[in-house]
């Protein structure tokens, strides 16, 4: 962290997000007078907002958060605040992702509520003709894909789903063997089977495969439980723009995404011939991972007293 002073922009926590905000005042550990934007002294006393008991003796910044009304102006430490920075910027853009993914959630399933009560309405007032008309208009039709999951795989996450959701457990991280580890293993075995001209298309799935890993866990993979622990995991750094999510996951968060992929790809623009070539190297790597379960499976452990409360809250 850089040296702060009154003036300066930064980043900073307030609640689950992350916000830019402007230092207008400082006041240091061992200083008895607080620096304001015009870096004159003030005394602790001309501040309404200041509480000399609990800054006495820590350095603390007093931040307005951009586009925010000023009533929200606030006493911070350092711990709340974060430089302007690639990797922060990185950091911030997450939790709005997985904020937005809460929020689209709670609102589809307040949606899908109202409208059955609207249906259950129309219905009783002998007005179904409507609804079947509106289903009736031509709409585009999904791509079928069919995918051969591996019952073991699918016996995986069935208990994966148990650990999570009933026993309140969480996949131990940062996993031994990570996305990218696996998917790079399964490269260097699958290319003794190839010819010279297939490996870059092999290349080219499993480099899409770690995009679409980073880019959906927030959004599609985690189970409601485990979004505390990804918010840990940015604020700690574990995870950051370089050290991104396939780094940090593993094999129980790919299978997630690889069992989702029909829907996934169905909804695409893809032509017919890639996707049997995306479909048949994912079957490959499905086979590829169910010989080696036992390699890559993670363990479970209880979270936090402290976690728990947190999580389900």
């Known amino acids: 962290m850089v040296d702060l002073k009154p003036n300066q922009l930064v980043y900073a926590y307030h609640g689950p997000l992350i916000y830019e905000a ?3 005042k400082m006041k240091n550990a061992k200083d ?3 620096l304001n934007s015009d870096l004159h002294q003030e005394s602790l006393e001309q501040n309404r907002k200041f509480n000399a008991k609990k800054w006495e003796n820590v350095t603390c910044y007093y931040l307005h958060y951009q586009g925010w009304n000023s009533k929200w102006d606030e006493w911070v430490g350092i711990d709340r605040i974060l430089e302007i920075n690639d990797e922060n910027k990185f950091k911030k853009q997450e939790l709005e992702q997985l904020t937005r993914r809460k929020r689209v959630k709670r609102e589809s399933s307040v949606g899908a509520s109202e409208s059955a009560s609207k249906n259950k309405k129309s219905k009783s007032n002998g007005s179904s003709s409507n609804s079947t008309s509106s289903q009736s208009k031509a709409t585009k039709k999904a791509i079928a894909v069919d995918l051969v999951f591996p019952p073991e795989l699918k016996y995986l996450l069935v208990n994966d789903w148990q650990y999570i959701t009933k026993d309140k ?3 131990d991280l940062p996993t031994e063997h990570s996305v990218a580890d ?3 293993d399964y490269k260097i075995w699958r290319s003794k089977s190839l010819r010279a001209h297939q490996v870059p298309i092999l290349n080219e799935v499993l480099e899409g495969l770690e995009v679409y890993f980073d880019k959906s866990l927030s959004l599609l993979l ?3 439980y485990e979004n505390l622990q990804y918010l840990n995991l940015l604020k700690n750094n574990t995870i950051t723009q370089e050290h991104s999510q396939v780094h940090v996951y593993g094999l129980e968060h790919l299978l997630r995404l690889l069992v989702s992929l029909p829907g996934l790809i169905s909804q695409t ?3 017919a011939l890639s996707i049997n070539v995306l479909v048949s190297e994912v079957e490959e790597l499905l086979n590829y991972l169910k010989d080696r379960m036992s390699d890559y ?5 209880y979270a936090s007293p402290q976690y728990n ?3 389900i809250a």
């Open 269 to 271: 623009t893809m032509d």
């Open 22 to 24: 402007k230092i207008l």
């Open 32 to 34: 008895s007078f607080i």
């Open 182 to 184: 696996i998917l790079q």
């Open 169 to 171: 457990k969480l996949v």
């Open 297 to 301: 499976q993670n363990e479970y452990v």
């Open 309 to 311: 409360n947190l999580a």
């Open 222 to 224: 985690l189970y409601k």
